[in-house]
């Protein structure tokens, strides 16, 4: 039931099922596909199946508590979170844009002297087509480019909304006693495992839930469910 639904922290490629008959029931692992492919590709990042789906488990119950309960303020807190989200994106857009129409403007420039130096015999025909080429290449990418970027500038965040539908699949469900597959799907769009740490002697490894409709969200501290 997690099949398709656990990637890599660090290489971003998805976990694979390994089973085999030597692994006794409750033993099933996933590792890194890019490990297990390529063995140098990245690091293992096993975790047991039932391991993962007890953390599965309690986080769902918990943000389900959490939303049933503090309706108002789980729909506040991801507004706040989608405008800090949306505000860091426009910030490092805004900065690529003007680097792109910047170097838009120099390119006219050139254009405009490689047709003076062609006509005045400083570049060959050959010189001149091919250097044309390569700057008209560039030139249609960064046009492409500031459009995209010119489209998350102007677009309107719809994070109520998107907590509404979480609210939604919520109301759905009074008593989450275990976990399915569809359970999964209807709550959990991707789920990241990190490689184990050793941290003051003990084994630690992250674990990052990705929500349908409104990505990472943790219940605040304090909050028993």
Known sequence: ?????????????KLYQVRTRCLKPGHEYFVCSSYRMKRRGCTAHSIR?????????????????????????????????????LAKALR???????????RLKKIDAIFKKLYEDNA????????????????ESEQDELK??????????????????????FISKVRKHNDIKELSAGLIREFVEKIY???????????VQKIRILWNFIGEFTPPTGFKG
């Not at 039931?1 to 490629?13: A, F, I, V």
């Not at 005045?120 to 700057?135: H, N, P, R, T």
């Not at 500031?146 to 909304?161: G, W």
């Not at 495992?193 to 084994?203: F, H, N």
Request: with cysteine; net charge neutral; aromatic share 4%.
């Open 1 to 13: 039931m997690l099949s398709g639904m656990l990637y890599c922290e660090d290489c971003c490629k």
């Open 49 to 85: 199946n039932v391991v993962i789906e007890k953390i599965l488990l309690k986080e769902i119950q918990r943000i389900v508590s959490y939303t049933r309960t503090k309706e108002k303020e789980f729909v506040e807190l991801v507004m706040n979170k989608s405008k800090a989200e």
């Open 92 to 102: 490092e857009s805004r900065k690529e844009l003007d680097k792109a129409q910047e």
């Open 120 to 135: 005045d015999g400083k570049l060959s025909d050959e010189q001149f087509a091919k250097m044309l080429a390569s700057y």
């Open 144 to 165: 492409s480019r500031s459009e995209e970027l010119k489209a998350v500038i102007a677009q309107n965040n719809a994070s109520a909304e998107d907590a509404n539908r």
């Open 193 to 203: 495992v990190s490689e184990k740490q050793v941290v003051d002697g003990k084994k």
